[in-house]
């Protein structure tokens, strides 16, 4: 039997194994109070939020932040993973489309008057409001515009549009001109299925996309946009519907704008710092083009990002601390700079404005000189995660020929508000 | 023992053994069988802890959870087989996604199985520096889940990749295959395909399990190369075989990473590389409908439970064990 | 394959000659299989603005400088990274091929009560999908306090959670002829030393198979080393490798694709290192 006892002794030690692991980090006890805080980003974002996490804590000294970061494909999944678990970080970064799912549903505690807001743009805070409940402080603000690459506009012999009076017409035609110029490498313009394109699309034609709990844009303003892509890929004015996904699904620094190959893009303005440096070439921000007599541009202040703190921390008193650290002291932003958002903060923004690199000074700029035409971010419903998704599937069916204009029309709305319904 | 090898025999059962030698100086059988069993529990102790641990708990918490409305972020309400019956009649991308998925499965697995054994009795002896191509031949399956897999399919398949450059010689303008709904499936199927490396390195591993001295028997007797791969190669390998196919079939179904990496997770364009598991995970994670998402993996669980019972009832037929001493 | 020895000539010429084709076959394939491997490395070769302007696989401009930045550009050197990263892949291979050969054995040779329910519950744990057990698995490990350690991640390995191990092993052990068995047991030997000594030895295929496996899918497995190592500082290779990259904004492209070629290194390495023993199976151990 002297077999069975070295497996048994196998078996001991795997379960020993098993209780070392649960002894084993338990132990921490330096007093400090220890906020987990989850973000996403890149290794350049990692670098500055531990700089502002030190900087927290040199003034803190009794709180110990913890950055809990990831990229953004996994974002979601190990966040929704860790709340469900009951392990949910005390402060969180979400984006407005989170914002419902979260907070609708319980994981996030309400902020109002536990942070100071005094200072904020009042009507960007109201995207962090839902159901009531001021649930999230933006992190700071973008608008998507039309970016061009004006030198290439020249070499085509065509002149910077009136970007408070072009239609989409206009834009199509100048596009096709673009690329007829080129030698076949140029496009004018490349295309977004962005749902953020569409909602622009749809305001200029006094159609809001969340209307009391429904969809509220119509089937002739969505088959109106669609028609636009397809007038663009007949006349070469952009890329064919497969090339164009491609190049979407490559991201910003291979777009057509990044690689000094189109003209026009949409994209936002915190983009534009990226596009300007990967292209090496001199942009230029404008307004969207207009629908015919429409009577605005359409466009709005989008936060970037949203601070949140979990319902269920044990320490809130910290986690607001730390939010109102992040949105109101001047240290942080000194560091953080633009990196989430051009600072809504008026006093903030007053005394880092100059740092900010040349790009995001000019989106500022930009931003500022539009600032009467441009609305807020609508807060989308419960379900309104899947939105993006819905108005890209149906778009590409379209653009690829899959699908009828008219069936996929009604197919999309029917979707979309399914999905907010339940 | 080998001695007994026939190799005209068509029953191609390979090491017949020569009279089992039950309980030739051994204790009673009872006796020795409740020892045996004894022992095989022993064995199995870490395999049960981590079942009843940490794998049991979560089976059936999916399991329960299927029957759910559960978001992830608030409490699990029972809905009964709610999920079931919505999926079954009103999802038309749960179809979707199935019927890719079963595409991928139907046309990836035996190429890629092919491929791999064709390569593996290529690379296995016979020839100098194989152990230098092996390496080679295995070097994309290391990349296969890696984030640049992306980028890289694209340089091949993209409207400007190696394809098209290729087709630009002979006056052929392409498109972009990864983008266009008709053939970002193939670019899939040929990626699976082309991380061939696994299967191949235990095919590889298998056929080192051939004593050689059945090829020496099989020479003597006048076996060419062909013949000796159809009595001796193959009929030895099969548990090898079945080992891949089953398991290759129930990860090809399985099968996420590639079309989330290359797709950008949105099993695009249009759905043509919606895979099973990518439906599942946005539905989970981006749609906060676990609920729904734990009934379509228990779904898939029957579907490959049921095709692994018909590979199983199938390999008595066509499998053969050295064990096999009735 | 070892046919007669012939001193025909002919046949030794023909010989040679399909020697020769075969040799040309796989090199010429093995590049096509390679290209996006060598696509890679030029990449990590050149200047970064180069990588997606230039289309040829030699770049006009060489430069470490991918290398040298991506070893730094992070929050520890890269060096770091692959430390944490050989710590959990090392004690998961050493926990796979423990007690998935224990299992194995079990499954394979011996006879006990319920074997079949056990076996098929065996394989129908790598039947669910992975990510509707992610939330409860994540609860059990936190519930043991085992968050932000290393135990979730090889924990399971040592209690043999990886079905798909267990299955290769039985394949093989059953490719074994029984009469080993009961040769060792005439002999007088129990079934551990039966298992130690005539078992394993002739498994040496399967057990490489597993430890290159183990070790090559643990090195690129991504999240749930990102879920259960919150912390940046027990961040792993697949980890840090993705933070080189901004779905939104800009990419270290340059640096990322070249710690993806250092990253590979080890892995490789570990594959030329144990396909010694791949092929060392009953064919060469002299079994007659």
């Not at chain 1, 109070?33 to 989850?38: A, G």
């Not at chain 1, 670098?47 to 502002?52: A, F, G, N």
């Not at chain 1, 608008?143 to 012999?157: E, Q, S, Y």
């Not at chain 2, 970002?184 to 591993?205: D, K, N, Q, R």
């Amino acid at each position: 039997m002297r077999s069975l006892k070295t497996a048994a002794l196998l078996a001991v030690a795997a379960m020993t194994l098993a209780a070392c692991g649960s002894g084993g980090d338990a132990a921490e006890g330096d007093g400090k109070v220890k906020l987990r805080f989850s973000y996403w980003g890149s290794d350049a974002r990692q670098k500055l939020t531990e700089q502002v996490i030190a900087a927290f804590e040199k003034k803190n000294p009794t709180i110990d932040v913890v950055g809990e970061f990831s990229d953004w494909p996994s974002y979601y999944e190990s966040l929704a993973t860790k709340v469900a678990a009951n392990d949910a970080p005390d402060v969180m970064t979400l984006e407005i489309r989170g914002l419902a799912e979260y907070g609708g549903r319980g994981a996030l505690a309400d902020l109002a008057g536990k942070v100071n807001v005094a200072d904020l743009d009042q009507q960007v805070l109201s995207t962090g409001n839902f159901d009531g409940k001021q649930y999230a402080i933006p992190t700071g603000v973008n608008v998507m515009g039309m970016i061009v690459n004006k030198a290439a506009l020249d070499k085509a012999g065509e002149e910077l549009p009136d970007d408070k009076t072009w239609t989409w017409d206009d834009y199509i035609k100048l596009s096709e001109k673009i690329t007829k110029a080129g030698d076949g490498s140029t496009f004018g313009t490349e295309y977004t299925f962005n749902q953020v394109y569409l909602s622009m699309f749809a305001a200029q034609r006094g159609e809001k996309f969340y209307n009391n709990g429904k969809i509220g844009i119509t089937p002739e303003t969505i088959k109106a946009w669609w028609a636009n892509f397809d007038q663009l890929i007949k006349t070469k004015g952009s890329p064919d519907a497969a090339k164009m996904a491609e190049i979407a699904a490559a991201g910003v620094e291979q777009s057509l704008i990044g690689t000094n190959k189109g003209v026009f893009g949409m994209w936002w303005s915190n983009q534009l710092g990226t596009l300007s440096k990967v292209s090496g070439s001199e942009l230029t921000l404008l307004r969207l083009p207009k629908a015919e007599g429409a009577s605005s541009h359409g466009m709005f202040l989008q936060p970037a990002m949203h601070w949140t703190a979990s319902s269920k921390t044990e320490h809130p008193a910290e986690a607001q601390k730390f939010i109102d650290y992040l949105v109101n002291d001047p240290e942080a932003a000194g560091i953080l700079l633009s990196d989430r958002g051009l600072p809504i903060n008026s006093k903030v923004l007053a005394a880092v404005k100059d740092k900010l690199p040349p790009a995001d000074q000019q989106s500022l700029t930009f931003v500022d000189s539009i600032k009467s035409e441009l609305a807020t971010a609508e807060v989308p419903p419960k379900g309104g995660s899947k939105m993006e998704d819905i108005v890209r599937r149906y778009s590409e069916a379209v653009t690829s020929g899959q699908q009828s204009a008219d069936e996929a029309a009604t197919k999309l709305l029917e979707e979309a508000n399914a999905a907010i319904a339940g | 023992m080998v001695d007994s090898l026939s190799l005209k025999s068509e029953v191609a059962a390979p090491a017949p053994a020569p009279a089992p030698k039950r309980g030739r100086g051994r204790p009673r059988p009872s006796v020795r069988s409740r020892r045996e069993g004894w022992a095989a529990y022993v064995f199995l102790i870490p395999w049960f802890l981590g079942l009843f641990l940490i794998t049991i708990g979560p089976i059936v918490a999916s399991l329960y959870l299927s029957f759910t409305d559960y978001s992830l972020l608030d409490e699990a309400k029972w809905v009964g087989l709610d999920n079931y019956v919505k999926m079954f009649t009103e999802d038309p991308r749960f179809w979707a996604s199935l019927k890719v998925t079963t595409i991928y499965v139907v046309v990836s697995v035996p190429l890629q199985l092919g491929f791999a054994l064709a390569l593996a009795l290529l690379l296995d002896r016979g020839l100098r520096g194989l152990s230098f191509y092996r390496s080679i031949y295995y070097l994309p399956s290391l990349l296969g889940g890696s984030v640049a897999i992306a980028i890289l399919w694209r340089k091949i398949f993209g409207a400007d990749g190696l394809v098209n450059a290729v087709l630009a010689i002979f006056g052929i303008q392409g498109t972009s295959y990864v983008n266009n709904p008709d053939t970002a499936l193939s670019t899939l199927i040929l990626l699976h395909v082309w991380t061939f490396g696994a299967p191949m390195v235990i095919f590889l591993a298998g056929l080192r399990q051939i004593p050689s001295s059945y090829y020496e028997a099989a020479s003597i007797d006048g076996a060419g190369v062909v013949q000796q791969f159809k009595s001796v190669t193959l009929p030895l390998l099969t548990p090898i075989i079945f080992f891949n196919l089953v398991l290759e079939v129930i990860k090809s179904f399985q099968s996420f990473t590639q079309s989330f990496i290359v797709s950008n997770g949105t099993g695009g364009p249009s759905d043509s590389t919606l895979f099973y598991t990518l439906y599942l995970y946005s539905k989970g994670f981006k749609e906060y409908e676990m609920g729904y998402a734990s009934a379509m993996a228990w779904v898939l669980v029957i579907i490959i439970a049921g095709l692994t019972g018909v590979n199983f009832l199938a390999s008595k037929y066509w499998v053969f064990y050295g064990d096999d001493s009735k | 394959m070892a046919t007669t020895v012939s001193s025909r000539n002919p046949v030794l010429y023909r010989r040679r000659v399909s020697r020769g084709a075969k040799h040309l076959m796989l090199i010429g394939f093995g590049l096509v299989m390679l290209y996006p491997l060598l696509w890679m490395i030029s990449s990590s070769l050149k200047p970064e603005e180069l990588i997606f302007r230039e289309p040829g696989l030699i770049p006009s401009e060489f430069t470490f400088k991918n290398y040298t930045e991506g070893w730094t550009a992070l929050a520890h050197p890269f060096g770091y990274y692959l430390w944490n990263s050989a710590v959990i892949t090392a004690l998961s291979v050493v926990g796979n091929l423990v007690a998935c050969s224990l299992a194995a054995y079990s499954f394979a040779r011996l006879n006990f009560p319920l074997k079949k329910l056990w076996f098929a519950l065996m394989l129908g744990t790598i039947m669910l999908p992975f990510h509707v057990v992610i939330v409860p698995q994540y609860i059990v490990f936190s519930q043991l306090d085992m968050i932000n350690t290393i135990w979730p991640l090889i924990l399971p390995k040592f209690l043999a959670h990886d079905s798909f191990f267990i299955f290769l092993m039985v394949q093989f052990i059953r490719t074994l002829p029984r009469e080993l068995d009961e040769a060792a047991s005439i002999d007088g030997a129990g079934y551990w030393r039966t298992f130690f000594r005539v078992i394993l030895p002739l498994c040496t295929p399967a057990l490489a198979t597993t430890a290159i496996f183990t070790f090559i899918w643990t090195w690129n497995d991504f999240f749930s080393q990102l879920l259960y190592l919150n912390n940046p500082d027990n961040f792993t290779v697949p980890v840090a490798l993705r933070t080189f990259l901004d779905s939104s904004g800009e990419s270290s492209w340059g640096p990322m694709f070249a710690m993806s070629i250092i990253a590979l290194g080890p892995i490789f390495g570990f594959f030329l290192a144990g396909q010694k023993y791949l092929i060392r199976g009953m064919a060469t151990t002299g079994l007659k």
